[in-house]
């Protein structure tokens, strides 16, 4: 299989503090790719990374000729101003802005692949509710809907699932797993590991350096939990220049 | 009796034809710039320009006296500096954007005060700070109409990133490069509809005809299409009755009309139906789903 992305000694990183470390790796067109590690282990770093977000300190990112429009991204705390007066309905059309642009209408196809959006995560007939009266559960499910509509061939999720209930997880994972059938990359930074170990064939722990990354069952080992945890509290304000490129 | 008290003092005078033509027109621009500054959260940040445009308009009059082709140049120039200015040291130091508008408007309008009063008289100093509304000539018109025109017109093709980048500004970033250029053609469009109400409303006051219909419809409306609808349609309405209001009780003409925008705007927080005082007190029964 061919790969889509592609990690070269990567390290990504504020005020030069290296958040996520010399990381090398491919992740294979269509693979359904669980980020775990503990907080502050650099997941979001590399999503932000991922997106163009934020230049790397060193190293480099290949995406194998996706353009950074065909990838779709669920921030881990979306700031979305939620007392702005606009329908869910609106919101999720935004995922309609490749085709639409600025003038591009709404078609009647498009209306439709709204509905089908909406139907598919569950919100059908509150399709004219504010976005400030959803519940946090339900503000996920309209940003699932979103994502369907962005029709990308990638899709990086991080942490999707927080304060989110059980019946609200189960409907959104099974989209993820729809994706994965659809043959899209989904990459998506997750602290349930259960969830991890059912759903998802491949794993990357991370604890700001690669500490494993492979088939699920052999990366989510104790003797790997333990090492990332370690790794992740050791930080020092005061580190020197980091010697392993000149090396 | 009716006659008299609405259509006379338009059907009789000129002036008061020609204000009305001018406040209907700055309205239909006032009205959708307040609505986004309203809800990008940056109403406080209108007030700041209005000011900051003061010592441009002032070195324009210096220069060519009560010019309003250089006085709209100048002005317009310090406000677009101004919000630059106050932007990019809000992004290089630890100063937030509000604080550094903040610095920059007051000593912007001490400066502009400056100025005026070293070449003008106190009745110049008045013409800047409040306008004239009642002495609108027909290249002023023009010019408030011109602004109107590009402001909608710009209006449409920007919309609707400027509507996601209020909403959703990390989506926005990830699906377009658009957010930048917006953000600044609104600021140009603020500064521009700042001049424009400055020729009628002064500094102190144009800031009035495009936040006070705009935080009134946030109690009526509840989409952005309904407020930026209501808002014009207040602005309008406040323009003509200010203007009767200062005809008859004899009231200078740019304070009555933002003081009628201001009952506006206190009987929506008293009485409007989204989330104004009276829907508050008065029980209703919640549904049954």
Redesign the interface.
Known sequence: MSAVLEFRNLTLGYDRHPAVHHLNGKVDAGALLAVVGPNGAGKSTLFKGI?G?IPPLSGGIDLAGLR??D???L?QA????RS????LYD?VA?GL??N???FGSISRADRTRIETALEAVGLTGFEQR??GTLSPGQMQRVLFA?LLL?DARMIVLDEPFNAVDAKTVSDLVALVQRWHGEKRTVIAALHDLDLVRNTFPDALLLAREPVAWGATQTVLTAENLLKARRMCEAFDEHADACRVDAA | MFYDALIGPFAEFEFMRRALAGVVALAFGAGPVGVLLM?RRMSLMGDAMAHAILPGAALGFMVAGFNLFAMTLGGFIAGIVVAVLAGLVARTTQLREDASLAAFFIVSLALGVTLVSVRGTNVDLMHFLFGNVLALDNATLMLVAAITTISLLVFA??W??L??E??????L????R?GGPVHMAFLALVVLNLVAGFQALGTLLSVGLMMLPAVAMRFW????AG?VGGAIAIAVASGLAGLLLSFHANLPAGPAIILVAGAFCLGSILLGRVGGYASRLIPRTHLEG
Do not use: E, K, N
């Not at chain 2, 209020?166 to 989506?171: G, M, R, S």
């Not at chain 2, 409306?221 to 952005?224: G, L, Q």
């Open positions: 997106l977000l950074q429009r990838i779709a991204y921030p979306a700031d979305i101003d702005f007066p606009i329908s919101l935004m802005w490749r639409a642009g600025l504010a976005i979103r962005q | 809800l093709v920007i609707r990133p509507v996601m209020c909403v959703d500004p990390a989506f970033r990830t699906v377009s658009a409306a509840r989409d952005i407020m």
